[in-house]
């Protein structure tokens, strides 16, 4: 017989294996390890007295404008144990899970490295979920990957500088160049430097400059969760991207990277599924640099209403 219910904490450890390393520390909590304070919900699924399945939640509670939303951190079946709907039951605990969290819908992130990706978004369309959207372009290499194209870029930072390029820490920026900030943001919320700035790494953030005025940024952050150090952000003027101001950006923080937290630690770049512009780049300027990985992150959703 087949039972689906709550994880509670003293039975966690034996459901560590149906869920991803990152997120098993989160299996029988109520809030997140980071503090967000974010609502964890664990679903196990026990067959003749053996986990055989889990669902992972992460709650959002509604806040001003935005609605409550679930993610499903991860769903999980053992292989041997396939096929007698147990993914099925997973799924109605989720969305009821879900539901009394007043949540307006559940949304799931897949890579396109996903072991069995086409067993799982299977599963998504069967229970009703939207089709997988791209949602993010990813890539992560080691800090030392400048050291590699070092003869091939030097030609064009040299040609960049005698364009006025300059990259600087991000707090070294003035009242007057948050203005500037803030008229080239607009109303472009993707853009806006501010929704990203209590989340950076100052160490490994950088205000773009031609003659010394602010044309853009990249920011980094250093999550202790994740391991890393990724880059969310980069923006220059539209008058500046043809030119390669944003890879000279990354270029040169990077190097600060390298210096600051070795030559071996990880960078990752990633930028949403709609920058196509930006995700042509990442394919031709820096896959060529031997990244450890590329990765596609794709979403899917199901709506609560």
């Not at 897949?110 to 299977?122: G, I, K, L, P, Y």
């Not at 800090?143 to 005698?162: C, F, H, N, V």
């Not at 003659?211 to 923006?235: D, K």
Request: net charge positive; charged share 25%.
């Amino acid at each position: 017989m087949i039972k689906i219910g709550p994880v509670h904490g003293a039975d966690a450890k034996a459901f560590a294996a149906l869920t991803y390393p990152r997120f098993r520390e989160l299996l029988g909590t109520e809030s997140t390890a980071d503090g967000t304070g974010r609502h964890v919900t664990s679903i196990g699924a026990i067959l003749e007295g053996r986990p055989v399945g889990l669902a992972l939640l992460r709650h959002r509670a509604a806040g001003g404008d935005a609605p409550g939303e679930t993610r499903m951190l991860s769903v999980m079946v053992s292989r041997g144990s396939r096929r007698r709907g147990i993914g099925w039951g997973l799924m109605q605990h989720a969305v009821s899970a879900a539901r009394r969290a007043e949540s307006r819908k559940l949304i799931a992130y897949h890579s396109n490295r996903t072991r069995d990706r086409e067993v799982f978004e299977a599963f998504l369309a069967a229970s009703g979920w939207t089709p997988p959207k791209l949602a993010e372009f990813r890539l992560g290499g080691h800090a030392d990957w400048t050291e590699k194209l070092t003869k091939s870029w030097d030609p064009m930072m040299r040609r960049l500088a005698g364009l006025g390029y300059a990259a600087e820490p991000w707090d070294s920026i003035t009242d007057d160049d948050r203005a500037v900030a803030d008229a080239l943001v607009g109303d472009r919320e993707s853009f806006n430097y501010r929704t990203f700035e209590p989340h950076i790494d100052p160490a490994i953030s950088l205000v773009l400059r031609r003659h010394g005025r602010l044309v853009g940024w990249i920011f980094g952050e250093s999550p202790e969760v994740e391991g890393y150090h990724h880059y969310t952000n980069g923006y220059v003027i539209p008058e500046l991207q043809a030119l390669g101001w944003v890879v000279a950006g990354l270029h040169d923080v990077c190097r600060r990277q390298a210096e600051i937290y070795g030559p071996k630690s990880v960078a990752v770049y990633e930028t949403v599924g709609e920058n196509a512009r930006m995700i042509g780049f990442m394919k031709r300027r820096l896959v060529p640099a031997g990244p450890l990985w590329v990765d596609e992150r794709y979403s899917s959703a199901l709506a609560l209403e």
